[in-house]
């Protein structure tokens, strides 16, 4: 290997490209809602009457296309993946739909999810690698113990809607939960 021709620096970064330390508001943030067709969708309602009122856009990711409780569904669970949204809540405990495959990795030892949507699940593992806010409330809730991500840093969990929104917005001003994972 040749000699480096240049003497390698250690630069600082820069605070105005930096994300990490400041709060941030909450304008035009993505926020995925995941809605089950028997889950809280008074709630989801609710939730998302407040996220447009902060300036935020609600996207709502159900089993199918169409319309859940009357709302429009803009991402399915196949289609919709953690990188297109900055916060993912949860409103209620999605069953497998006959599309879902199970588990992949049976053989290799990972646990068959038969009490929530596989792919509901990854969307949860994926928002929690990215240390993404995560928020679930009534039903919702067990999502979060299937995915593996209950009460860590960033997953907000609550009895109701707004009070879950209440906590995820204090958190996603930072814009990452960057205290998930040490350096």
Request: aromatic share 4%; proline share 8%.
């Given at each position: 290997?040749?000699?480096?021709?240049?003497?390698?620096?250690?630069?600082?970064?820069?605070?105005?490209?930096?994300?990490?330390g400041?709060?941030?508001?909450?304008d035009?943030?993505?926020v995925?809602?995941?809605?089950?067709?028997?889950?809280?969708?008074?709630?989801?309602a609710?939730?998302r009457?407040?996220?447009?009122?902060?300036?935020?856009v609600p996207l709502?990711?159900?089993?199918?296309?169409?319309?859940?409780?009357?709302?429009?569904?803009?991402?399915t669970?196949?289609t919709?993946?953690?990188?297109?949204?900055?916060?993912?809540?949860?409103?209620?405990?999605?069953v497998?739909?006959?599309?879902?495959?199970?588990?992949?990795?049976?053989?290799?030892?990972?646990a068959d999810t038969?009490?929530?949507?596989?792919r509901v699940?990854?969307?949860?593992?994926?928002?929690?690698?990215h240390?993404?806010?995560?928020?679930?409330?009534?039903?919702?809730t067990?999502?979060?113990?299937?995915?593996?991500?209950?009460g860590t840093?960033g997953?907000?969990?609550?009895g109701?809607?707004?009070?879950?929104?209440?906590?995820?917005?204090?958190?996603m001003a930072?814009?990452?939960?960057?205290?998930?994972?040490?350096?």
């Amino acid at each position: 290997m040749p000699e480096p021709t240049l003497e390698l620096v250690d630069s600082e970064p820069s605070p105005a490209l930096s994300q990490v330390g400041e709060a941030w508001p909450p304008d035009g943030r993505m926020v995925g809602i995941v809605v089950d067709p028997d889950g809280d969708l008074a709630g989801v309602a609710e939730v998302r009457t407040a996220i447009f009122g902060a300036g935020m856009v609600p996207l709502l990711i159900g089993p199918h296309g169409g319309e859940v409780g009357g709302m429009a569904v803009q991402r399915t669970f196949a289609t919709a993946r953690s990188v297109e949204f900055d916060v993912v809540l949860v409103a209620g405990c999605p069953v497998p739909a006959p599309d879902a495959l199970p588990a992949r990795d049976a053989k290799a030892g990972a646990a068959d999810t038969t009490v929530v949507d596989p792919r509901v699940v990854l969307l949860l593992e994926e928002a929690y690698r990215h240390c993404k806010v995560i928020g679930a409330w009534g039903a919702g809730t067990t999502v979060l113990d299937a995915a593996g991500v209950a009460g860590t840093p960033g997953v907000e969990r609550g009895g109701s809607a707004t009070e879950v929104l209440d906590g995820v917005q204090e958190q996603m001003a930072f814009h990452r939960v960057w205290e998930r994972f040490t350096a």
